[in-house]
């Protein structure tokens, strides 16, 4: 079974950086849609950023030119580097896995991200 592990979060000054890590286990990335969400308190989960097996990656509005999508195949690890983090990027982040054919999904447990001063 497929288990996603994430760390990285934790608590970082307005225009700061953070890089997010997920490490899968029992899965293949060429299979699978990688993706991270985040909720915050009282909203709903909402997609940040994906990339497919082919690298091509889509980023929720917010985030476009701060947030970068990234994946390394050999170390079966999807990366999520923040940049200019401002106060509303704080949420729970949250890993995922879409089976590109199945449309089965895992997520990890998720990280705490605080952006304050």
């Known amino acids: 079974q497929v288990q996603l592990v994430e760390s990285g979060g934790g608590l970082v000054q307005p225009g700061g950086s953070l890089r997010l890590s997920c490490a899968a286990f029992?899965?293949?990335?060429?299979?699978?849609?990688l993706g991270w969400y985040r909720q915050a308190p009282g909203k709903q989960r909402e997609l940040v950023a994906s990339?497919?097996?082919?690298?091509?990656?889509n980023y929720e509005d917010s985030v476009k030119g701060r947030f970068i999508i990234s994946k390394d195949n050999a170390k079966l690890t999807v990366y999520l580097q923040m940049n200019s983090l401002k106060p509303e990027d704080t949420a729970v982040y949250y890993c995922?896995?879409?089976?590109?054919?199945?449309?089965?999904?895992?997520w990890g447990q998720g990280t705490q991200v605080t952006v304050s001063s």
């Open positions: 995922n896995a879409k089976g590109v054919y199945t449309g089965r999904e895992k």
């Open positions: 029992g899965m293949v990335f060429e299979t699978n849609i």
């Open positions: 990339i497919s097996a082919d690298d091509n990656s």
